[in-house]
């Protein structure tokens, strides 16, 4: 069984049985699971609503469950490091 290092190794696939045979053969390391782990920040949080096309949204839950994670948590990471990429550019 090969172990995934990093995220940018799994590939688009283009179909879900071409998936399955990709994690037949892979399986994610330990430490990336663990470092894709978002930490819950304290403070208080406020909900919203977003509204997206349904076949993207099917795309990000099929990506979170690959991943082993929560589309949400998945989706606020995703924000959450892109706010700090932009940060870093001002």
């Known amino acids: 069984m090969n172990a995934v290092t990093r995220w940018t190794d799994i590939p688009e696939f283009e179909d879900e049985a071409a998936e399955a045979r990709f994690w037949e ?3 994610l390391d330990g430490k990336l699971m663990a470092a894709s782990v978002h930490e819950a920040d304290s403070r208080e949080s406020t909900t919203i609503t977003l509204r997206f096309d349904p076949r993207m949204l099917s ?3 099929r990506i979170a469950r690959s991943r ?3 589309y949400q948590s998945m989706m606020k990471q995703w924000l959450a490091e892109r706010l ?3 940060m870093r550019k001002l």
Do not use: D, P, Q, S
């Open 68 to 70: 082993f994670l929560n």
């Open 59 to 61: 795309r990000i839950k």
């Open 25 to 27: 053969a892979n399986e």
């Open 84 to 86: 700090e990429e932009e």
